[in-house]
């Protein structure tokens, strides 16, 4: 049992590696539904149809990389005894809400690597699409102000 700082930092890792597996989750529900099912966009749109796909693969893999990456440190941390649930939540709702606020506005509107939905007026997709993002963000805060008021070291 950890107890002080250690237990701080033993909190602050079941976070991380949550945040990792809420960033990976989210990336691969985009790549899933909105790239493959619906065909809505690719990750890079600009280019080739062969470029897009290409594009979508390299963040398929960045996505499988943040989630085993993320199961390999809560692995590390159950064996130790020193996983801390509560932290884990808010950190899997914030990745999730990071990735999806980071895409909205960065990766739409700053790079313009692709849009939600080629259509005539985008705002309606643009507002649900960082909505979304914003409430996964919030969800992931609140249980983290939670978790840090009752947190008792594993």
Known sequence: MATGTSATLLARRSLTAALLIGIGFM???????????????????RGTGAFALLSDGILHSAELILIIVGFFMVAELRERKAFAKPQAWAGFFMGMGAFQLFDGLIDHKVLRLHQVRYVDNLM????????????L????????????????SP
């Open 137 to 152: 963000l919030l969800i992931g805060l609140l249980l983290l102000r939670r978790a840090r008021r009752t947190y008792v």
């Open 124 to 135: 309606l997709y643009d507002l649900l699409w960082n909505l979304a993002g914003i409430v």
């Open 27 to 45: 990336a691969a529900i985009d790549e899933i539904i909105f790239h493959q099912v619906l065909a809505w966009h690719h990750f890079v749109d």
